[in-house]
C-alpha cells in the first residue's frame, strides 16, 4: 500500500495567516493527489484535485501544488471558518490511501 | 442539489451481520462510481469499497476483504454495504461517497454523506 505522510499533524495559527501542509507520498502517484477538509460533525469537502485543480465552489484562498511524491496544501490567509482537519489522498493505486490529517487550529 | 444519506448504523455483536444503505438524490446516480469511506473514533480517514456505475467493477480494502460487500440498486438510486462478520475495529462512522465519473478507479470524492455510526461490541 502506498503510505500518505502528511506534517504536521496540529498547528496553531493566527487569522490572516499563511499555513501550508506538506504530503508525502511512499511512491510516485503523479498528479493523483485531492486534498479534503473535514469539520467535527459534518461531512468532509473536497478543496484540491490532481494536485493543483480548485474545486467548483471553493475559495481561491486554498491552493495545491506538487507531483510525484512531494506535495503542498496552502491557505494564503486564514479565516475562523477554516478550522478543521485536513487529508490529503492519493488515488493512483489502490487501495485509495489517505494521510493522517492535519488539524488546524486558531 | 447533490444529497447522499446513509442509514442503517447502530450497535452489533462481533460477528452479527449489519447492512447499511444510502440513498441518493440531486444528481443521475448511474452515471457515477460510488464508494465508502470510514472514520474510525479519533482515527483518520480510511477507504473501504468502492463500485463502478454498472457494479462491473469493485474493490475492497484488505482490512475489510472478504467480509464486506458493497452493491448498488441504480433503480432505487441506492448503495449499499453489507458488513458480514464485523470485528470491534470496524466500529466507525461509514460515509457514502461519490466519485468523480463512472469508474472507480478515478476515487476523487466529491460528494459526501454524513455518515452513519457503527459500533460494534458484545
Known amino acids: 500500500d502506498i503510505q500518505m505522510t502528511q506534517s504536521p499533524s496540529s498547528l496553531s495559527a493566527s487569522v490572516g495567516d499563511r499555513l501550508t501542509i506538506t504530503c508525502q507520498a511512499s511512491q510516485d502517484i503523479s498528479k493523483y493527489l485531492n486534498w479534503y477538509q473535514h469539520k467535527p460533525g459534518r461531512a468532509p469537502q473536497l478543496l484540491i484535485y490532481?494536485?493543483?485543480n480548485l474545486q467548483t465552489g471553493v475559495p481561491s484562498r486554498f491552493s495545491g501544488g506538487g507531483s510525484g511524491t512531494d506535495f503542498t496544501f496552502t491557505v494564503s490567509s486564514l479565516q475562523p471558518e477554516d478550522i478543521a482537519t485536513y487529508y490529503c489522498?492519493?488515488?493512483?493505486?489502490?487501495?485509495?490511501?489517505f494521510g493522517q490529517g492535519t488539524k488546524v487550529e486558531i | 442539489e447533490v444529497q447522499l444519506v446513509e442509514s442503517g448504523g447502530g450497535l452489533v455483536q462481533p460477528g452479527r451481520s449489519l447492512r447499511l444503505s444510502c440513498e441518493v438524490s440531486g444528481f443521475t446516480f448511474d452515471d457515477y462510481a460510488m464508494h465508502w469511506v470510514r472514520q474510525a473514533p479519533g482515527k483518520g480517514l480510511e477507504w473501504v469499497s468502492g463500485i463502478s456505475w454498472d457494479s462491473g467493477n469493485i474493490g475492497y480494502a484488505d482490512s475489510v476483504k472478504g467480509r464486506f460487500i458493497i452493491s448498488r440498486d441504480n433503480a432505487k438510486n441506492s448503495l449499499f454495504l453489507q458488513l458480514m462478520s464485523p470485528r470491534t475495529d470496524d466500529t466507525a462512522s461509514y460515509f457514502c461517497?461519490?466519485?468523480?465519473?463512472?469508474?472507480?478507479?478515478?476515487?476523487?470524492?466529491?460528494?459526501w454523506g454524513q455518515g452513519t455510526l457503527v459500533t460494534v461490541s458484545s
Open positions: 461517497v461519490r466519485g468523480r465519473g463512472p469508474g472507480y478507479y478515478v476515487a476523487l470524492f466529491d460528494h
Open positions: 489522498q492519493q488515488y493512483s493505486h489502490r487501495p485509495y490511501t
Open positions: 490532481d494536485a493543483s
